[in-house]
């Protein structure tokens, strides 16, 4: 038995559906753990591109088990059609949703604007907090709930009765129809029925009977509820921690621990980012990595590779190695940027702070690496590689303290060199 977990390192965008879609070629069961359809993970199969939001990256291989585990949060509907649009290119994915999955209703949506959270921290607008925050506050619905439609309906009326007492004035709240919801609910979910079950079972089954196990995380670990930097972050667990948490997994089946890491940084909305290049450079990183949100399709702020946070989240997560992405998007580069340090009221400090607040005063130490001019998109080799990307990637691997496994020089699986 091998479980591996694939985890983003950064503020995600990492390039997490690439290394997964990859490695699930020989797993047997992918697992998506956490978040919702606020993640956009890009895929490139036979040369069409999928952006999925809910179902695994591995659901492009029509004799794999993909998994919706228990941490995850769901838009039903949105599911529905991504499963259509995988059925139409390949096959009907084989998909399983846990029944304690938590459901994405309308209200959530409408709460998520008329709160200002949107605005203010800089969410995709998908209702995914108000949804996390019900999860919480064991108020929420729960996809198991669909098959019980007495229960639905019961929890469903107190839910929305509370909506109108708290938000008297706002229309779209006042007008909530608790039949025409339910009624909604279950025509949507009649074609999923048959595919919630028990998935603690399920993976259970999995670990014991030697299956080759991939777990998929959504966001980075730098948008961790607990770890990342708060309150600019997800509302979900996107470490290592989450692996087990949300999808149901012992931490002594985890014998690998792959992170994600991007050649340089990007972040998407609002929050601290220290390294982060307002110039003609950062616009270069944006334009040649085609950096705009899979999700909502906003720009992401770019810059300079940041070991400091780095070093953090590879302790955080112990990290087995790691997959390096988006290389060849440094080609052209001259001199390359890595912040080894931050200047924090005049003193020097070589860790990550926990105030977004204290970050966002953090002034990036830089040391300067030599660039390359060629081209590397596609190459397959090691040895291949300009000599200056290969003392980039050492540098990175000594300073983090674990392996380098594979390099991705561009977004299609084949433009991958495997070290492990």
Request: with cysteine; net charge neutral.
């Amino acid at each position: 038995m091998s479980a591996t977990a694939i985890l983003g390192m950064q503020w995600g965008d990492e390039g997490k559906g690439k290394i997964t879609h990859l490695l699930a070629r020989e797993a047997d069961i992918i697992v998506r753990f956490n978040g919702g359809p606020n993640a956009g993970h890009t895929v490139i199969d036979r040369g069409k591109e999928f952006k999925f939001h809910l179902i695994p990256s591995g659901a492009l291989y029509p004799e794999k088990t993909n998994i919706l585990a228990g941490g995850m949060v769901i838009d039903i509907d949105l599911l529905q059609r991504e499963i259509d649009t995988v059925t139409e290119h390949s096959s009907r994915p084989q998909i399983y949703i846990a029944d304690t999955a938590h459901l994405i209703l309308p209200y959530h949506r409408i709460l998520e604007q008329i709160e200002g959270s949107a605005a203010q921290i800089g969410t995709t607008k998908r209702g995914i907090g108000p949804t996390y925050r019900d999860k919480i506050d064991r108020t929420g619905i729960r996809v198991g709930d669909l098959k019980r439609p007495t229960i639905l309906q019961k929890k469903l009326a107190a839910k929305t009765d509370y909506l109108k007492t708290m938000w008297p004035v706002v229309e779209e709240i006042r007008s909530l129809d608790v039949n025409l919801l339910v009624t909604q609910l279950q025509e949507s979910a009649a074609p999923l029925l048959p595919l919630i079950t028990n998935i603690p079972t399920l993976i259970r089954k999995g670990v014991t009977s030697g299956k080759e196990i991939l777990f998929e995380g959504a966001q980075g670990a730098l948008l961790d509820i607990d770890c990342g930097t708060y309150p600019y972050v997800t509302s979900s667990s996107t470490t290592v921690a989450g692996v087990i948490a949300g999808g149901t997994v012992p931490p002594s089946a985890l014998d690998r621990r792959l992170g994600v890491i991007k050649a340089y940084t990007t972040r998407v909305g609002n929050g601290p980012f220290p390294t982060e290049l307002t110039d003609h450079w950062g616009k270069r990183m944006q334009t040649k990595g085609g950096e705009f949100g899979a999700t909502t399709g906003r720009i992401r702020r770019c810059g300079w590779l940041d070991l400091v946070a780095l070093t953090q989240m590879v302790y955080l997560n112990d990290l087995s190695d790691f997959a390096l992405t988006k290389l060849d998007v440094l080609s052209g580069f001259e001199k390359i940027k890595v912040a080894y340090a931050y200047r924090l009221d005049g003193e020097e400090i070589d860790y990550f702070p926990a105030s977004a607040e204290e970050l966002a005063a953090c002034e990036p130490l830089y040391k300067e690496v030599d660039g390359w001019e060629e081209e590397i998109t596609g190459v397959k080799r090691l040895r291949e590689l300009p000599a200056a990307a290969r003392r980039y990637i050492d540098m990175i691997t000594e300073t983090l303290g674990v392996p380098a496994s594979l390099i991705s020089t561009g977004p299609r699986p084949e433009e991958t060199i495997m070290l492990r």
